[in-house]
């Protein structure tokens, strides 16, 4: 192989790597952003409270004794 022909596919090769890179970016560049402030998500709705009753002292035995 002479080398006028090694320096050719170089180039060549180089040529085609740069072009394939150019389309990448222009493809990248054309795909749309997404905008982060376009689907704002549901206010929060404040919990309601729950309906406590106080436990009597016998009820607290019991369930310590449960637990032992």
């Known amino acids: ?3 006028k022909s090694k320096v050719g ?6 040529l085609i790597a740069g072009i394939v890179a150019l389309l990448v970016a ?3 560049a054309s795909k ?3 905008d982060p402030w376009e689907n704002e998500p549901a206010p929060a709705q ?3 409270p729950v ?3 106080e436990a009597s002292v016998e009820e607290i035995r ?4 449960d637990d032992k």
């Open 51 to 53: 309906e406590s009753r």
């Open 46 to 48: 404040p919990q309601q």
């Open 62 to 65: 019991e369930i310590i004794e």
């Open 26 to 28: 222009v493809w990248k």
């Open 9 to 14: 596919k170089v180039l060549a090769v180089g």
């Open 1 to 3: 192989m002479s080398k």
């Open 32 to 34: 749309p952003i997404e």
